[in-house]
């Protein structure tokens, strides 16, 4: 059973930054491939950026140049930066991991995922 714990989500204003956090339990995070997913009221979850085991990343057209995914296998965490925030990136986002090898084009499924922690509320005032 693999715990995801998240954090850093908030109030920010259009144009700024924000940093969330996913740490992990157990002791092969470095062998689980993260992803970050967001889903606002009513809609599918969705696909924001992953990160595999091996470090191969991989964005939604949206988040890409504007958002970078990270991880730190010492911290057990997976850290998606945000820049560039705009209105409509408000939403809940979520962190969830598959400690199975999957492929880096599976990753943007949401049901790929063994996972998922508890969502935190990104909220961006324009």
């Known amino acids: 059973q693999v715990q995801l714990v998240v954090s850093g989500g908030g109030l920010v204003q259009a144009g700024g930054s924000l940093r969330l956090s996913c740490a992990a339990s157990?002791?092969?995070?470095?062998?689980?491939?993260m992803g970050w997913f967001r889903q606002a009221p009513g809609k599918e979850r969705e696909f924001v950026a992953a990160i595999r085991w091996s470090g191969g990343r991989t964005y939604s057209p949206d988040s890409v140049g504007r958002f970078t995914i990270s991880r730190d296998n010492v911290k057990n965490t997976v850290y998606l930066q945000m820049n560039s925030l705009k209105p409509e990136d408000t939403t809940v986002y979520y962190c969830?991991?598959?400690?199975?090898?999957?492929?880096?084009?599976?990753?943007?499924?949401?049901?790929?995922?063994?996972?998922w922690g508890r969502g935190t509320q990104v909220t961006v005032s324009s």
């Open positions: 157990g002791r092969t995070f470095s062998s689980y491939s």
């Open positions: 969830a991991a598959v400690v199975r090898d999957v492929s880096i084009a599976t990753l943007s499924t949401a049901r790929t995922y063994d996972y």
